[in-house]
Structures are given as C-alpha cells and as structure tokens.
C-alpha cells in the first residue's frame, strides 16, 4: 500500500495534470495494475474541477474506498475503460490504489473473523 | 502542504484502504445467483462489464492456434461494509457455460464461493462444482427452494452431487436477506476451519 502514497509535484507542472482524452484517445493499457476488487480513493491533492469530465466523476466517486467494479458500474463504462482513467488518476496523485498484489490471504484469521463478525452483525 | 497533507485528512483518509473480500455465487442458469446478491448487499446489485482476453484453446475450433478471443462478459455484484477496514464484494458468475473460461480471472483472490443449486435441476451446478474442486476453491452447497421445486434432504443433495463428507450443504431462500446472509456466515465458518486444518 505505501509504496502508492507518493506524493505529486503539483508546483512543478504548470500543464494540464492529467491529459484531456486520455481514454478516447484510445489507449486500453494502464500504467497501474488494477484489477476489478482494486480498491482506489481520492488523495485529496486534487479537485474534480482540475480534470477532464470523466476523470472528475470517476474523482468524485473516489471520495470514500471504492472498487473499480463499483466505479465502472455508476459511470456505465466497461472496467477496461476504468482502469486507464482510474490509472491516469493514480499518476498524477489524485487517487491512491490498492494493487491487487500480494493477494489477500484468504486464511487470514483476522479477515476471516472480520468477514464473520461483519455478516453476524447484519443478521 | 503537500507534505504534511495527512494532518487536513479525517481519521478514515489517514489510515490504510481497507481490504477488499471477494466471494463468489455461481451456478446453473437461473437458479438465483443474481437474486442472492442482491439480497445480501447494502447497495443495488451492480453491474460492470469485463473484457477478456483468451486464448482460444478449449473450444471446438482449433484451427487458429494462438489465437486471441476477446469477450465482453457483464458480472453482476453487491457489497456489504463489514467494518472500516474490511470489505466484502460479491459477485456472481455468469450462468453461461460458455463463459467458463472467466471464471479463473474472476476466482483469482476470491475467499471462497457459494454454488447455488436448484433441486428440479441439481446437474445445472456440476460444471461450478468441477471447477472450484479444480481450482482448489473452498465452497459450499446452497439449495435455493423453489416452491415448484422438490424437497431434498441435504444429504439427499450430498449423494445426487457426489459432495465430500466436509462440504457444507444448507437450503436457503436467495429472496430473503437474512436466509441468503445466513449462507455466507457458513461459507464463512467452512473457510475458518478450511484455514485451521491447512498446514500452510
Ligand atoms: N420462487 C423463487 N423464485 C426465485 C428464487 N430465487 C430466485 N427466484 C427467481 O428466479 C428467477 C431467476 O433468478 P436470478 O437471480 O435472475 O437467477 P440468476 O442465477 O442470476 O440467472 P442468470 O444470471 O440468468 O444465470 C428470477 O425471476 C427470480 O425472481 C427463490 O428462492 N424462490
Ligand atoms: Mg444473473
């Protein structure tokens, strides 16, 4: 997780932080690795102002820990298109992510007793 | 600012992300998978769509070896907030046999996984019970009751399946939150005696 906390040089870059039609401009890799239960949320270093229509909802959204699934579900774009935006995000600070590596042990006995006591709560 | 940041951010933005849970509901066409999920989640069921990429091995036509598939595959899936550091995500596999090829992307990470099972169709689960008995994903049985449908005991349901003794098997009505929620506290306890006995 920490190694994504790093920090954006906001007074180093007059242009633009993120380029315009990144997505439509039809580039489908992207640079983060990201998979659909990737967990991504706002720094804070940025406003939705500052960037293009799709990257400032996706920000907006970002707001509190969100998946790209969830993400790619309110802004009805495949999750393909999320990763790019969510990624140009992460480059430039906006967003943090979790990567999907290392993979939550799924033998976990703290997790496996959060998830327990998580559902029991709701029973 | 930039660099003391953290000090402007409420608590929730100073620690860690939470972690991310993911179980999986799979089965037969139509035997409630959707519907389950969307009784255990906080949020509407939500929908995105995954493109994959395969290799096209497997399939009847092996003419063009080495080639690339892609394929739009739409998930289904809710969430439940356990609590401030952990978050369960579930997702239900498309019922299409023909997407089977997804289902290793999609098991990736997953903690376990409830195979839904309609008693007028109980063949309809067995390529999901193949494939997490493959895969070595943890599972259990759940046997969503149709009114229409005939009434087995679980051990009734066991012998049909061919289930190891250590399987869970419980009924459940997918419609209802609490039946549906009750399911996963036993997938959930299944996982945690799964996790005691492993050697890992
Ligand atoms: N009577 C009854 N009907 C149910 C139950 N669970 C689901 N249904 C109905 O069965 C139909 C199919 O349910 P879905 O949840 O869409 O099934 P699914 O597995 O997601 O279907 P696919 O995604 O198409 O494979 C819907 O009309 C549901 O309302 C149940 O427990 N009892
Ligand atoms: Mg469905």
């Given at each position: 997780m920490a190694d994504f906390e790093h920090r954006p040089l906001l007074d180093e870059d007059?242009?633009?932080l993120v380029r315009p039609y990144t997505v439509s401009n039809g580039r489908t890799a992207p640079t983060a690795k990201l998979?659909?239960?990737s967990l991504v949320r706002s720094t804070g270093q940025l406003r939705p102002s500052q960037l293009e229509a799709e990257h400032a909802e996706a920000l907006i959204l970002c707001r509190e820990p969100i998946s790209v699934a969830e993400v790619s579900a309110h802004l009805r774009l495949p999750a393909m298109v999320i990763k790019v935006l969510l990624s140009d995000l992460v480059d430039c600070g906006a967003v943090t992510a979790h990567s999907p590596d290392p993979a939550v042990d799924p033998t976990d006995k703290t997790v496996l007793e959060a998830l327990l006591n998580g559902l029991q709560r709701r029973l | 600012m930039a660099y003391n940041g953290d000090s402007d951010r409420s608590p929730a933005q100073q620690s860690a992300l939470p972690t991310a849970i993911k179980l999986l509901v799979a089965g037969g066409f139509g035997v409630g998978k959707t519907t389950f999920v969307g009784s255990v989640s906080e949020i509407e069921p939500?929908?995105?769509e995954e493109t994959i990429t395969t290799a096209s091995i497997g399939t009847d036509d092996l003419t063009g070896v080495g080639d690339k598939t892609t394929t739009t595959v739409a998930l289904d899936f809710g969430r439940i907030t356990l609590d401030p550091q952990h978050i369960l995500y579930l997702f239900g596999t498309p019922g299409q046999d023909r997407f089977w090829f997804m289902w290793n992307e999609l098991s990736d990470g997953a903690f376990g996984a409830v195979?839904?099972?309609?008693?007028r169709r109980l063949e309809d689960c067995f390529p999901a019970l193949d494939f997490f008995e493959r895969r070595g994903t943890a599972f259990i049985v759940a046997v969503n009751e149709f009114e229409t449908g005939y009434h087995y005991e679980p051990e009734e349901v066991r012998a049909a399946l061919d289930l190891k003794p250590n399987i869970p098997i419980v009924c459940c009505d997918a419609r209802d939150p609490r039946s549906a929620t009750l399911v996963l506290v036993t997938?959930?306890?299944?996982?945690?005696?799964a996790a005691a006995s492993s050697v890992r």
């Open positions: 007059a242009g633009p998979d659909l239960l | 939500l929908s995105t195979v839904l099972a309609d008693t997938l959930t306890k299944h996982l945690m005696s």
